[in-house]
């Protein structure tokens, strides 16, 4: 008599998206399933796995760029596609749009320590005008500009 195939159990499913909706990346269901309960424990794993890629991703990418100041570095994941592309395009978009006014202000400062009085901040960058605490930050710098 051979062996019955192994079967997803409802608890296990359960237990499993419970842990891993609070955010535990180590769960996993087995892989040893058959027909439609191993398809669903694949692509269950798969998503933890990206989850957990993005996850990793991002506070490489924080650590990377807001610790170390290597403000060209930018998130990826390879093996992502869709909404998750999504997600690391628009982590991407926010450095971008937090470092073009911040070497701004280094160009200005930079050009007003040589002596050049001349270089003011543009509140204008790429065709979108500076808002919120940049333009703020952008207006201080050329006030101080225009009063030395």
Known sequence: MSPLPSQLEPKLLLKSLRAFRKGDFSVRLPLDLTGIDGEIAEAFN?????NQGLARELDRVARTVGKDGRIGERGKLPSATGGWVECVDSVNSMIGDLVQPTTEVARVIGAVAKGDLGQTMQIE????????????????????????
Request: hydrophobic share 45%.
């Open 46 to 50: 798969d998503i933890v796995e990206l």
């Open 125 to 148: 960058i790429e065709g979108r005008p500076l808002r919120g605490e940049f333009l703020r930050i952008g207006k201080v710098v050329n006030t101080m500009v225009d009063q030395l």
